[in-house]
């Protein structure tokens, strides 16, 4: 794994936030790993995009749900807690989903918990997930899900979830993706507690989700760490097709900075 570099150079910063990014696959070597890079070479990625702040998901953890991956998620954001925060990952079917959830939110101040039920394999009605959202709840985090590839993972089984803890904010990672859109924005607009972040959805359709979505619901990801190059060529990219989608500058201030920084609300020291 590359160790943290701590030393952070001084930097006017944006007000952008990546609500959707990854640390890099360390130990599992998955079909969606890619470079390996430290906290220094990703807070240069965010420099070069114009990323003031980002949302650091597991990634070894999805695979491999371990105490272990949470403690280098909490490492690696470590390097600036002012512009990353860190979302640990638990299985919920595992003994001591309760226990790390516990720890990973208090110990380690992570800012919330990531869930991958497609990769994860566990549905979102299962009751073992309540204790656990209760804990993130309790700490005042956040709770961010896959979603947009069924089963397990569509936009109503996870608003079904944060029907049950209307206290947790929860965030439809992918926005639907392709297929789910329609859907996540309509359980965004019914579900009071419910956001949803435009992350690989297409560009027409964020531009019908902002257009119709309540305000202060949309939030914007990159899904940067996954690249084959430091880099991440293809995250700096999303963010500059931002401005051919053809929506307002108050949608656009919404969507990148009020929206996420008033969710991040303490969790960015």
């Known amino acids: 794994m590359t160790a943290p570099d701590r030393t952070v150079p001084d930097r006017t910063v944006p007000p952008m936030v990546d609500f959707h990014t990854h640390t890099p696959a360390w130990h599992t070597g998955t079909w969606l790993g890619g470079a390996e890079f430290g906290p220094r070479e990703f807070l240069s990625f965010m420099d070069g995009a114009g990323i003031g702040a980002a949302v650091l998901l597991a990634h070894d953890g999805l695979f491999n749900a371990t105490p272990e991956s949470n403690d280098e998620l909490a490492e690696f954001v470590a390097a600036d807690r002012s512009r990353m925060a860190g979302f640990g990952t638990v299985n919920p079917r595992h003994a001591n989903a309760v226990a790390e959830t516990e720890r ?28 656990i959202c209760e804990v993130v709840t309790a700490h005042g985090g956040i709770l961010l899900s896959h979603d947009g590839t069924p089963p397990y993972s569509t936009p109503s089984q996870i608003a079904a979830l ?25 359980l965004t607009i019914e579900t009071e507690n419910l956001y949803l972040c435009i992350c690989g959805t297409p560009p027409y359709a964020a531009r019908h989700i902002l257009a119709n979505a309540p305000r202060g619901k949309v939030l914007f990801g990159t899904d940067a760490g996954l690249s084959d190059e430091a880099s991440q060529h293809y995250a700096v990219a999303r963010v500059a097709e931002i401005d051919g989608w053809g929506i307002t500058e108050e949608q656009k201030t919404e969507m990148l900075v009020t929206t996420p920084r008033a969710l991040l609300a303490g969790r960015l020291k």
């Not at 800012?111 to 309540?130: I, N, R, T, Y």
């Not at 029907?163 to 993706?177: F, M, S």
Request: charged share 20%; net charge negative; with cysteine.
């Open 104 to 131: 990973m939110m208090g110990e380690l101040g992570l800012a919330g918990l990531k869930l991958h039920p497609w990769l994860q394999g566990f549905s979102m009605h299962e009751p073992a997930l309540d204790p």
């Open 162 to 186: 944060a029907r049950r803890h209307p206290e947790l904010p929860v965030v439809l990672g992918h926005g639907g993706l392709h297929d789910c859109w329609r859907e996540a924005l309509a």
